[in-house]
């Protein structure tokens, strides 16, 4: 019910659901009225007019009960359409309840187990000793759970509480455990439990299954009904029958009824060799939780299948001449009787458990081998197929191409690795004659990958998708479509003219960490100590990670088309650095200048990121670097360059830029030698030198400087060059000799006031210690006899 101010002076109540009256007399109530407004505007999916009353979960079982596990197992796999599978009901159950408004899910109790029991008197400590029933709903557990005191426990229900680590349980007396809805990856540390009875693991994130229930036979020897739906299963088909054969004592597995015969047919299939399976789904658990759908081949075999049963053709069999043959979903361990199929050219071999693939050897004509999902570990067994074409070993454990052999597979030009939890593809360059590579859904990280199939100049198709390397390598796809030139379609996609155009962009001329993997052959650049690159045609320094080049101390990019050097302020053990003859004009490169003006920046690159920061803070760079060449630029000004910042410096070499002002050189305290020839530079402001006592050598030739008096603060100063410059007053020369007591060498040459040779006499007089002007020795008994006169 809502009451109205207005309508409570007329003496009336109005229901709000009750909205019968004229249309004029709403509108001209909804205009003076803010709660009839209110009313009147009633939105359904407003959370403000909502209010949760419960949450049923509700659990479908289809079928009859009793239903043979061996009929569940090995029945129709096709499955039905209207079906989700369990990560897609979770899935699904996820995006639900992202929907419920917030206000309205209960809050995770903030209490840990550990501080509830801590508050704990000693006689309530006393008294859990006797407790035998435990239940722990919606509790953070932040660390393991101490149960030990629970001496009596027989009864555990840990529930809702995110657990990613079992709790120490050993010692327990527990006949049940309900561990569902929770976080656990694995069982395989579970303590043993020789009581149990009921086990409960639901709702988690389990998925390997061969070691969970191989632990849980070791540890719960008489455990009678298990609980393990809605788990990520790798091997979900084969849940139910492997319980039945690995648990003697169970009775039901998620509600079914568990038959003896069934228990025995699956004793018979499984008991062979244990460590088969172990391989088997081991594998699956390697795969990523998020597969990413991806291209592989179809077999050709299953197309001939498909053809004869569609055409319901009828052949006599004869062994010799069979030249396709399929044993999809068969079961099968081992590959035997394959001798007498002499003619077999396409084979399919999915989803069995085979650990290779020997009994293949005498079918030397084989072009196409599909043998998908089975528990293949390496390349053997290929010594003979010289005529191999097409090789498909998705969901396999092939975790590497190390076994590929040249002499093996000459012909090969489609191979198939999806989810095989590939690390690495060294080795893959010996297939010279692959054209498809198709290795989705994988374990593969590092930029080499990129570099290691440049080898393979065939390659026309590849797919990567599902890999980390596609979100974590920044412009994947255009690195991708750069240097693996012959791509014509990449992760299903394919390579427009805009995208080769747009990788030549983004990418050419670019100093980064795969173009020195490249030139180096992969070698190990953490022990670069010299990096040579000049005239290497370069525009742009990426940042060179501190991980990768850790030990480099010089580096050389002279005659390239650099414009910046950034890309190198990361390197910590830098001391020579030589840019001469590039068109570099900052330190920094201007898209991080205008990014770190912008009171906007959002930024996405961690690079970016570390650049801008960078940028902003007046923290030291180059921390070691004495040696730097920055000749014949286009530096018109040194402020860009934060020289400033660089505090082991001791020479500069900046001739022959634009440079016409010494603003910028401050807080060089170990400044020795500094050359600015060829500049623009007309004068030496009273500041610029001021206590720049350490340096010791000075060049200014070719500039347009007309005093010297204002380097009257270099009194350490031992060797200058002034050639070529506009000075032309004695006066001022006297002056400036005057105070240079540690000069030795000074050279004068094309300055005006050298037309008369007085120069000389005026220096040797005013610098004691001088030893060579304008190239010429001093000698000393010419000094001696001038002094005389």
């Known amino acids: 019910m809502s009451k109205c101010k207005k309508d409570m002076c007329r003496g009336s109540v109005v229901n709000s ?35 949760a009353s419960f949450v049923m979960e509700v659990k479908y079982i289809p079928g009859d009960q009793d239903t043979s596990l061996l009929q569940r197992a090995f029945g129709p796999t096709k499955p039905d359409s209207n079906d989700l599978l369990p990560n897609e009901e979770l899935r699904a159950d996820s995006s639900v309840l992202k929907s419920i408004p917030a206000k309205f899910l209960k809050p995770c109790n ?45 009864v555990l229900s840990i529930n809702h509480c995110r657990l990613r680590v079992l709790p120490a349980l050993a010692n327990l007396p527990l006949q049940s455990l309900d561990l569902s809805h929770n976080l656990l990856p694995t069982l395989t540390n579970l303590n043993s439990l020789p009581r149990l009875k009921v086990l409960n693991v639901n709702y988690n994130m389990l998925t390997n299954l061969f070691l969970d229930v191989i632990t849980i036979s070791n540890s719960c020897t008489k455990l009678q009904d298990l609980n393990l739906q809605f788990n990520p299963w790798k091997a979900l ?11 003697p004592s169970i009775k039901t597995v998620d509600g079914y009824l568990v038959p003896d015969n069934d228990r025995e047919s699956a004793g018979n299939i499984f008991h062979q060799r244990r460590d088969t399976f172990c391989k088997f789904f081991n594998i699956r658990s390697t795969i990523a939780e998020e597969v990413v759908p991806s291209l592989t081949i179809y077999p050709t075999a299953r197309l001939h299948l498909l053809r004869t049963e569609l055409f319901n053709m009828k052949t006599t069999i004869v062994w010799k001449g069979i030249v396709s043959l399929c044993l999809n979903d068969c079961k ?46 390496s390349f053997e067994g290929f010594q003979q197929l010289k005529k191999l074409k097409r090789l498909l070993l998705g969901n396999n454990s092939i975790q590497s191409f190390s076994g590929l052999r040249k002499s093996d597979f000459r012909n090969l030009e489609v191979l198939v690795m999806r989810a095989n939890g590939i690390k690495e593809v060294d080795g893959i360059a010996v297939l010279e004659n692959l054209q498809e590579l198709y290795v989705a859904n994988n374990d593969l ?50 390579i427009s003219t805009n995208d080769t155009l747009r990788a030549k962009e983004l990418l050419g001329g670019h100093l980064s960490e795969e173009f020195l993997m490249e030139k180096f052959n992969g070698e190990n650049l953490s022990e670069l100590v010299c990096l040579e690159m000049s005239g290497s045609l370069l525009k742009v320094v990426d940042v060179l990670s501190p991980e990768y080049f850790s030990k480099l101390q010089s580096v050389n990019l002279e005659r390239n088309n650099l414009t910046s050097f950034g890309g190198l302020l990361f390197l910590p053990q830098l001391r020579t650095l030589c840019l001469n003859e590039n068109n570099i004009e900052t330190l920094f490169p201007p898209n991080i200048q205008l990014i770190a003006s912008s009171s906007r920046r959002k930024l996405k690159d961690p690079a970016d990121t570390h650049y801008v920061s960078l940028y902003t803070s007046k923290q030291a760079i180059f921390p070691k670097l004495k040696v730097l060449h ?3 630029n286009h530096i018109s000004t040194l402020l860009p360059l934060h020289f400033h910042r660089m505090p082991a410096i001791r020479s500069l070499f900046l001739q022959y830029n634009e440079i016409s002002s010494f603003s910028g050189l401050e807080g060089l305290p170990l400044l020795r030698e500094l050359v600015l020839d060829g500049n623009k530079i007309k004068e030496i402001p009273e500041l610029s030198f001021q206590s720049r006592w350490s340096l010791q050598e000075l060049h200014l030739e070719s500039n347009r400087l007309r005093e010297l008096y204002n380097l009257k603060g270099l009194e350490n100063l031992k060797r200058v060059y002034l050639s070529g410059n506009k000075l032309y007053d004695l006066n001022d020369l006297e002056r400036f000799s ?41 000698y000393f008994d010419w000094t001696c006899s001038l002094s005389h006169s």
């Not at 659901?17 to 001209?28: E, F, G, Y």
């Open 630 to 632: 920055l000749a014949k």
């Open 237 to 247: 088909t084969e849940v139910h029958l492997f319980v039945a054969a690995y648990l």
């Open 17 to 51: 659901t009750d909205l019968r009256w004229p249309a004029q007399s709403r509108r001209k109530e909804a205009k003076s009225c803010t709660c009839r407004s209110a009313i009147m505007n009633f939105k359904p999916n407003d959370e403000n007019f909502l209010a």
């Open 332 to 377: 099968l361990r081992t590959l035997e009787g394959f001798d007498l199929l002499t003619s077999l050219r396409y084979v399919c071999l999915d989803n069995n458990y085979l650990e290779n693939l020997e009994g293949l050897k005498f079918c030397t004509h084989l072009e196409e081998i599909s043998a998908e999902d089975n528990s293949l570990t």
């Open 445 to 494: 990280r590092e930029l080499k990958v990129v570099l290691n199939l440049k080898d393979l100049l065939l390659l026309t198709i590849a797919d990567f998708s599902g890999n980390p390397l596609t979100k974590e390598l920044n412009h994947y796809r255009l690195r991708m479509i750069f240097h693996l030139k012959s791509l014509k379609a990449l992760d299903g996609q394919e």
């Open 738 to 778: 005057a105070i240079q007591k540690n000069l030795v060498e000074i050279s004068l040459i094309d300055n005006p006031l050298t037309s008369r040779q007085i120069h000389r006499l005026i220096l040797i007089n005013g610098c004691l210690r001088v030893q060579v002007i304008d190239g010429i020795p001093v």
């Open 110 to 154: 903030g209490d840990t187990l550990e501080r509830i029991s801590e508050k704990n008197s000693e006689q309530q400590i006393q008294a859990k000793t006797k407790v035998t029933s435990l239940s722990l709903l919606e509790v953070k557990l932040t660390r393991l759970v101490n149960l030990q005191r629970y001496s009596s426990l027989t």
